[in-house]
């Protein structure tokens, strides 16, 4: 099942020219853009790793690019997103995030219910790949 | 919302058809704002028209790998390296060649980290904020100190190498220094030296240059010689320049400002009474109070009085 997160997600995946024009765009603007991966992509799960300090000062797409396609070399087989963080006050948070690289296999979600008190049925979503420890997924 | 399909060359102020005419008029500015410098002014309309040609190529089919543009100034302090670097970036930027047109200005505190692993990151970071413009590394020659064979220099060096060899269109790296300093750092990394296109050599400035630096200097300042000050001000160049420590256009630029100490003291005591004649005028005596016409060979290095 195709995973939909961030922006862009109902569409194909990105081209790199694609991925270059937004990253532009969000330089343009003034925001820190920043490379990050999982491989827990449970919808819940706001932080992920890292891959790198978040780029500052930056005028050129190119040092991102270099960021991306060195982190989707390292993590091929992980979910990697690209964010845009906006400094100016009032919003000071990510104005823009979008995958740029998913595994080739994705194997979705499963539904769990629980019975709790009385008949009331709890509804939870787990990705079929976390039954795997951390690193072994998607592989 | 971010536009979604954008052209691959999202930067509009990029001049892509830079004509003859357009080159003509930017090299015709240079000879403007940049006194002499004969052999820099050279090499950029070289490169200019290297540029303009390229494209020319392109569009006829005829592709060829992007030129390489690193450069290394070298020259005596105060024969405007830096000052034509800083012009550098908007110059490549105007030939449509660099895509940003920004200059990110680094020296060995930059690019060297203070322990073990920690250059590499922080070389890479000042590299990637350099893309898309150019990268000025001033006395690069501190990059590297044969006398300590564990200093993390060598690691910086080795990434810009890198990086100057792969990513040409991406950066161009500027670096500057005394002449026999860099000559020094280029034998002990050959490597250097065969990367960088361009060699040029900041001649010094010959005294008439200098009083039109001089002359170029006061007007931008608000300030103007009258006819003695002018005669006195040659004088006091033709001794400044034979004393050891001389800086050519930073010397003037001190001794402009020195003059400017002595005006304002002299003006000062009678405030009242200062038209605004007096208010930008320099006249012989704000020069000739110099301790540079008080002996001849006093034996004294210290330019500053």
Known sequence: ?139 | MAALVASPSASPAVANDTTAADIAALLAELDRELVGLAPVKKRIAEIAALLAVDRARAAHGLAGQPPGLHMCFTGNPGTGKTTVAMKMAGILHRLGYSRKGHLVAVTRDDLVGQYIGHTAPKTREVLKRAMGGVLFIDEAYYLYRPENERDYGQEAVEILLQVMENQREDLVVILAGYRDRMERFFECNPGFASRIAHHVDFPDYTREELMRIAALMLERMGYRFDEGARAAFERYLERRMARPHFANARSVRNALDRMRLRHASRVFERLGEADRDALITLVADDILASRVFEQEGGGTTDEHR
């Open chain 1, 1 to 139: 099942m195709r995973v939909t997160q961030g922006a862009f997600s109902f569409l194909p995946d990105l081209t790199g020219v694609q991925i270059r024009a937004q990253v532009e765009y969000c330089l343009a603007q003034g925001w820190a853009v920043s490379v990050e991966h999982t491989d827990d992509i449970h919808p819940r799960n706001t932080y992920w790793e890292m891959f790198g300090m978040p780029m500052f000062d930056l005028r050129d797409a190119a040092g991102v690019m270099q960021e991306i396609d060195a982190c989707r070399k390292t993590f091929a087989d992980e979910y990697v997103r690209v964010n845009a963080f906006d400094s100016t006050r009032g919003w000071e948070t990510v104005r823009l995030s979008f995958l740029v690289n998913r595994p080739a296999n994705e194997p979705g979600f499963r539904l769990r219910r629980t019975e709790a008190e009385g008949r009331v049925q709890r509804y939870s979503l787990e990705p079929y790949a976390a039954e795997r420890p951390p690193g072994e997924r998607y592989r």
